[in-house]
């Protein structure tokens, strides 16, 4: 065995106010601490209605899977695969890397298991992290969490109709989490057929200009890179390019049409911009990102990929399929729910007085959890006050007050916490008299 040695620690400053800790989560990466997980459950529950609605079945992944996958999937070229993989060596000289994304996996899955005997479509979901060694900044990290939807056919169907359904599959998750002012923008970039005039047309269109060192090698690798260019001095250049619309072939332009119908059909507020390509080279024809009006980072973003099992060395399979970056939706969302979403709230708070009181909870807390009535208690504070305090924190509207007296005569105080009214009941009595009450409200 290899030994590991901890390097010396360093003490790390935070902020005024906190502890001086030799610890923090890696760069890029966060906690996500208690008082935000009613936020990523809202998020899971608008989730599993749409994906049940839709029909979607989950499906799991692993989180390292081989390198090779990434860069054939995603391809060289790539921001992804060049600069943002985290590579892990394994002991037996391999290369595995934390998934930056999870459509290869999941096409690598469908091909892996044979999906395709399955009845086609296979409408696939998934939730989970995915990791890219970007610099860190708002809504960017190097470890965030997506859940991404996936319709996949094995019988070659390229039909709009499933891309279509993949952007109002996720407009209509969004819209349900209560954000508003959502844009979709929405692009062809072709096909095999038609892509290579295009990306020719691009190519002559740069050459000569003043560009970037990354357009430069863009214009090398993957033509259609350049179009991702964020460099202030390209962007006039970029301005001016060719549209890929202008040289679409006519089944390119019929599959947009009609993906453009449909979205028209359920009026989804879409707009076409022709220099929209995303950033993974798997994608042809539609490809979409939804944004809100005032943000300029991308909520959503997806596309059909109908190449892509066949570059991981698969069948053909038709696929197209969307991912929602969930930690850009819960800023987003915060806002929204700060004083609605305390859903784990115990209705029925357990307050004792006494060592007998306190011992004999424990089996009453047992015949309430076995009776399905959630119960909070403080049975690790021993003062009156102390539990009380904690119970008017969790605001729960009924008290079960346990003091020495109904110990010994086996019965318990519940209190009504808005009315104050209190009533004695036996404790073999208690569970329907809760239920009861609970029901009521
Ligand atoms: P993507 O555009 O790379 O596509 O990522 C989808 C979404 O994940 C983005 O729109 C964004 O909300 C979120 N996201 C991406 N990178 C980060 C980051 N560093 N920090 C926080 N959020 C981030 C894909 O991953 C494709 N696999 C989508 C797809 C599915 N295409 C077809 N099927």
Redesign the pocket.
Known sequence: MPKVKAKSVKKVNLKEGQAVLPFQAPKGMRDILPQDMPLWEKFEKEAKQITEFYNFSKIETPILENLDLFVRGIGEGTD?VEKEMFVVRTRGGGKLVLR????APVVRAFIQHGLHRLPQPQRLYYLGP?F?H?NPQS????Q?H?L???ILSGEGESDPVYDAEIVIASYHLLEELKIKNLVIQLNSIGCRTCRPTYKKKLSEYYRGKDICRDCKLRLQINPLRVLDCKNKNCQPIKAGAPSVLDYLCAPCKSHLKRVLEFLDEVKLPYIMNSQLV???DY?NRTVF?IFTEEGD???????R?DYLSEMLGGRPVSA??????I??IIEIIRSTYTNGLNSHKAKVFLVYIGDVARIKSLSLIEDLRKNRIPVAQALGKNSLSSQLEVAQKAGSPLALIFGQKESHEGSIIVRDMESGVQEVVPLTKIADELKHRLHRD
Request: aromatic share 10%; proline share 3%.
């Open positions: 992804i930056p994304e999870m459509t995915a890219r970007e809504g960017r990290f190097r965030f997506q991404g939807l996936e995303r950033g993974l994608y990102e980072l991308a909520l959503a973003g997806g596309g990929y197209v399929g969307v991912a929602i970056g930690e850009r």
